[in-house]
């Protein structure tokens, strides 16, 4: 497993040469969400399936 720092590394380095300081924190900021993410639903914190089918049904109406 990388350490973060090796990890950002990576991520910056795949960006175009381009991108600005914002676009290099927006990437990062959506990392570090995703891997929150799936770290919950490592955990068993994600909502089923049915519960957000049935609130989504609720939105549609």
């Known amino acids: ?13 795949k ?3 381009k991108s600005s300081v914002a676009d290099i924190m927006a ?3 959506f990392k570090m969400k995703v891997d929150k993410g799936l770290q919950e639903l490592d955990e ?3 909502i ?3 519960q957000v ?4 049904a609720k939105w549609v109406k």
């Open 1 to 13: 497993m990388q350490t973060l720092k090796k990890e950002v590394i990576s991520l910056i380095e």
């Open 15 to 17: 960006m175009p040469d």
């Open 27 to 29: 990437e990062i900021f």
């Open 44 to 46: 068993g914190l994600g």
């Open 48 to 50: 089923p399936q049915e």
């Open 53 to 56: 089918e049935e609130e989504f």
